[in-house]
């Protein structure tokens, strides 16, 4: 285990859905990301957070909504979202100094589905 | 800007065969470079990183790699591979704060 939880693992969802997803880190990390993972493609970032302040939005549709309430919790709203959103969504956590600083943890992914 | 290439989506070798996974790096700056190992059905897992000490880096699970600032690359290997080394792997430079990924390599292991 790596120290980063997500829930649920797999989300099946309607396009008139609402749902959350959520990403914890037990690292004392200060950083939290979002990456989407889709079939035959390179992982996308999506969000960065440092010390809970969003500082990267990869041109994310505003479909997805992220909120992050203190540097251990990371969540992402989702609402509207449409089939080729379907993806592996993965959560990942650093801390911003140190020996480590450049190493991301990552959590073990949610499966979503949107039918 | 920093970025890597992942030659080859995907490479087959034998149990017990050496595995070499390519990867080549672009960057204006000192690198700092990365191997992942993704599991199916799980996140990813940090095999190795260079961070400019050692050109050598030694991982997880018997796997090294190789700092070659000439040649821009920093290879995967492994001596001997196993069935259970079948996943995907993932090359990624620190860029800005940034992990810059490349687009994987499927490593299939044959009995």
């Known amino acids: 285990e790596t120290g980063v939880t997500q829930t649920p693992r797999h989300l099946v969802m309607g396009m008139t859905n609402k749902k959350s997803l959520k990403c914890e880190q037990h690292?004392?990390?200060?950083?939290m990301y979002w990456y989407k993972q889709s079939a035959k493609k390179p992982l996308e970032l999506m969000f960065v957070y440092n010390f809970k302040e969003q500082t990267e939005n990869n041109s994310v549709p505003s479909r997805f909504s992220p909120e992050c309430p203190n540097s251990s919790h990371l969540f992402l709203h989702l609402h509207t979202l449409q089939p080729e959103d379907s993806a592996l969504y993965l959560c990942?956590?650093?801390?911003?100094?140190?020996?480590?600083?450049?190493?991301?943890?990552f959590g073990p992914g949610t499966r979503l589905t949107v039918l | 800007a920093q970025s890597v290439t992942q030659l080859g989506s995907h490479v087959s070798v034998s149990e017990g065969a050496l595995v070499l996974l390519r990867c080549n790096y672009s960057?204006?700056?000192?690198?700092?470079l990365f191997w992942y190992v993704q599991y199916p059905n799980k996140g990813l897992q940090l095999l190795l990183k260079?961070?400019?000490?050692?050109?050598l880096v030694k991982g997880i699970n018997g796997f090294e790699a190789e700092f070659k600032k000439s040649e821009t690359s920093f290879h995967l290997t492994k001596p001997s591979a196993h069935m259970s080394d079948a996943a995907e792997y993932f090359c990624a430079v620190r860029a800005g704060g940034k992990l810059i990924f490349g687009q994987g390599t499927e490593l299939s292991v044959k009995p």
């Open positions: 990942a956590s650093s801390p911003l100094k140190g020996q480590n600083n450049n190493e991301q943890f």
């Open positions: 260079y961070t400019s000490a050692a050109t």
């Open positions: 960057s204006s700056v000192p690198p700092y």
């Open positions: 690292l004392g990390h200060n950083a």
